[in-house]
């Protein structure tokens, strides 16, 4: 029986201390009345007040344009507006008139101390309050003001307008929804005293690259709009309205609308979807009892079931004082235990389904310490639930060749028994086989995912070693072993006749077969055939261990890891670029050739491997390796989406007249600023879907709907973001509009998800994680399964408290 789990609360509990909430400022409003004091149907009000010294023409425009938007758009969503600079309307019983009070320019002091108490009492008492622009000056020394603003301007932030470009994270609220997704504007720009991004829920953020922040620059989080529940009521706060122009912007006026709308209960929306205390993180597996593999193995990948049972993987890798088996004339040589274990939310239980004899176990390769291959990959059958087959990605020992060195990578369909809750071993249907050499590590890849056509993708690494390049492009043709060149990934990616360093599609058939679908990057008779393979949908990827199918839109996202070097050489190319994309269509994505956004490397070839040669064409890119036995002329790269070294993420270069960048260190300009590099190995994550009829209680909320989950397997200063991509543009490279972290969410740290291995969303809306544990090729106590479930409550007001219902 599993053992009680451990729960962490993502986020310290809220602080009060900091944003000056009451304990009262809680999120979820459900079972709150609303007090019959506050007006109705008939007659929804909006008081807008400002500072008698507010500057004249911005004050008069935004008045006039808010009373022109209280007349806008249906009667149901229409208001009266009382425009003031008399803090004497600041009484209990007049405040109670007024579905929301709006702040306009309100510098210092504005509010008495019966006054601001007559606004907190009409907070409490389920009040709405929007702030604009200069109303973060308002009351400054009212811990209580704090919390409602949500953040105070830093004392040096920018006065003067400056065009920027806004990022518009939240597609729902009615704010934000129907904004641009990059938003150009100009205004004036505040910075922060103390960030409240996690505590509140930003809505939108400047891109502090398309202006001049001042010496006051928060980096890449810049919130710039937020709102959350607080103190019994609903506080918006948005940074823009500093000039007069904004007032008649008509994206600015939708903005202001919008937050209007759910300040004064004419609408509801999810103002809680981002504050991180609202999720919590579990540790679904405890360590496994001394000698067994009771709970985990070395964790590799997951699948879940319709019915939320989650199914994942150990690779091959024993305990870390298992002897290492050196020796190639050793029959045990690479042996290791893949695992099949279940996760049943229903009981609560783990239980082992199989445990497969793989290669993969430390000792083998050319360093005799570790090998990348075992059991890497899992996919449930569409259709599960009635024939119970799962297909693993895996290399069985059985296969190896021990005087050749290479082994046999397999596509398998078995068969899950519901009585025994096991894997048949004895159903294997073998699928899909290909060679790959194991004399030298890495690179196997693993992801597997089926689209809505029911077509299989298969993610594999390009089995090739990550020395005798200086970490550069991975294309010497030097070392061989066997007749293989093991450090030539022009041999396996750049090859169009090889399917090692592809993302295959195919499309399994009842009878164990495949077919192959129209779509893919080959036939199989291009130049009169035998130099192409029709199964392969992607080439040009290095070592992808996790893809996922947007079921949505049945696009592909992918995440593979570079290579070695740390700097960019202006001999070789670029620094090691580990990469995420977005595939929309059959294409090459580059690699050994090309990376990041289009970015070439040298070529190099024999006699002498030391001396570079041509820089490779991406647009037209050729592979002359004296190990390419397919075509020499190989499709146009197509750039991608998300790419980081250790200096940052998304370097770019200046570039000459052919289009080749400088790779000069001191010349580099990051265009993601959210990414760091080093130590660092992309796990590609899912698209959230979020299902409006699930009547879940720990789905994630409509907010994260279309955002595509990123993340590292390290969680030091690495990527573990949601972004959101331009649908566009997204399939040709186009790099995303708007990033947000994870990490206070989907906890790094320690106690925490260190090592990310794996993650998807279950059909209630939770997300699993794979913590992969601590060091390589073995499994630990850290090595474990996650869920991580929201707790937020749903959006405010709830039905009955809207103020026309």
Known sequence: MRRKPQILAVAATLSIALLGASPTASGNQEGTERPAALPGAADAQVLVFHAANAPTDRTQAAVTAIESLGAEGPAEEQFDVRATDDPAVFATEELLAYNAVVFLSAEGA??????EAALQGYVQAGGGFLGVHDAATAQPESDWFTGLLGARPAADSPTDPQPAVVEVGDRVNPATADLPLEWERSDVWYDWAENPSGQVHTLARVREASYQPGPGAAGWDHPVSWCRDYDGGRSFYTGMGGTTESFTEA???AHLRGA????????RADCQATITDNYVAERITEPNQPGELDQIGEPHGLDIADDGRVFYLGRAGGWADDPLVTDWEDPEIGLGQGTVHVYDPATDEVSLAANLEVFGNKGGGDELTKTEEGLLGIALDPAFAENGHVYLYWMPHATIDRENRVGERRISRFTFDEATGTLELASEVPVLSWEAQIHSCCH??????FDSAGNLYIATGDNNSSGFSDGYSGNNPDPEFAGIGFADARRTSGNTNDLNGKILRIHPEPDGSYTVPEGNLFTGEEAGGGLTRPEIYVMGVRNPSR??????TDWLYAGWVGPDAAEPSTTWGPAKYDTFAVITEAGNRGWPFCMGNNQPYRDRNLPD?????????CDAPRNESPHNDGLVELPPVTPNNIWYSPAGGGPDYPRDENGLPSYVAEEQTFLLPWLRGGGQATMSGPVYRHDAGTESEVAWPAYWDGKWFVGDHYDAEQPRHAVVMDPANAGAGGLPTHAESLDDIIPAGEGGIRNLMDWKFAPDGSLYVLDYGRGFFNLDEASALWRVTYQGGPATPLPDQLARR
Do not use: C, K, N
């Open 110 to 115: 504005v509010l008495d101390t019966d006054q």
């Open 251 to 253: 994206d600015f006026l």
């Open 260 to 267: 209007l709308l759910w300040t004064s209960a004419l609408a």
């Open 444 to 449: 196997a890849g693993g992801g597997l995912d």
């Open 547 to 552: 893809i996922a199918i947007d079921p949505a």
């Open 609 to 617: 491997p030391t001396i570079p040669l041509e820089w490779y064409d």
